[in-house]
């Protein structure tokens, strides 16, 4: 298994649509997650981070299932703003350092 | 509270020829990252400082290389540039006893190789 797989879309969904990603992850011994977002040709930022059973913020939500090792990120009621790529961040070591990057998933949100 | 910083933005080089990015850190945290990233590719983990001294290294070629100074500031060289090193540099700050709170990223430094 691949340190960080994530499904690369791209997911092109109309304004209003609920839409899911999912990311596998190979570290069982990792302790902190993280999903951040990245606009074309810009820097990444954080989103969320998830370090439990799971975390939600508003419209996102980020869910955990640590037996089978994958993380997912829910987004309800998508905005045209919302439209960027989403990437899946692991560390790589038990002492949560450093963090591995997923290639991310590309949403495009429809008007 | 200031971001992280880098400079320049943008760079052009020719292949053979040796860079250096510079990154400043996030007031109060104390580790710098630095990742690679290539055209339609996540981040890539290129290295780790901590307290001046490397701490972390992914699958980079020793002409890749690194400081951190007191200040908690740091440079990337790259020697004998490749083609292939055209990306998009990234630094991030972060604390390393905080793992919970992320990464902060720089908004980047475009290296084009020719």
């Known amino acids: 298994r691949k340190e960080v797989e994530q499904d690369p879309g791209p997911f092109n969904v109309p304004e209003g649509a609920t839409v899911a990603f999912n990311c596998t992850y190979s570290?069982?011994?990792?302790?902190?997650f993280f999903w951040y977002r990245q606009d074309c040709r810009k820097e990444p930022k954080l989103l969320m981070s998830?370090?439990?059973s799971g975390n939600e913020d508003g419209r996102f939500t980020a869910q955990l299932n640590r037996a089978s090792q994958y993380i997912s990120l829910l987004i309800r009621d998508s905005k045209l703003s919302d439209s960027a790529t989403y990437l899946c961040?692991?560390?790589?070591?038990?002492?949560?350092?450093?963090?591995?990057f997923g290639k991310g998933t590309r949403l495009s949100v429809i008007a | 509270e200031t971001g992280v910083t880098q400079s320049p933005t943008h760079l052009i080089k020719t292949r053979g020829q040796q860079v250096t990015l510079r990154c400043s850190s996030q007031?109060?945290?104390?580790?710098v990252s630095w990742y690679q990233q290539a055209l339609g590719q996540g981040p890539q983990f290129i290295f780790q400082?901590?307290?001046?001294?490397?701490?972390g290294r992914g699958n980079f070629p020793p002409r890749f290389s690194g400081l951190q100074f007191p200040n908690y500031s740091s440079e990337l060289n790259v020697n004998a540039l490749e083609l292939d090193d055209s990306a998009l540099y990234l630094c991030?700050?972060?604390?390393?006893?905080?793992?919970?709170?992320?990464?902060?990223f720089g908004s980047g430094t475009r290296l084009t190789v020719v």
């Open positions: 570290n069982s011994a990792s302790q902190s």
């Open positions: 007031s109060g945290h104390n580790t």
């Open positions: 991030a700050s972060s604390l390393l006893d905080r793992p919970n709170y992320g990464y902060t």
């Open positions: 998830v370090y439990s």
């Open positions: 400082y901590y307290r001046e001294e490397e701490n």
């Open positions: 961040v692991v560390p790589r070591n038990s002492g949560n350092t450093p963090l591995v």
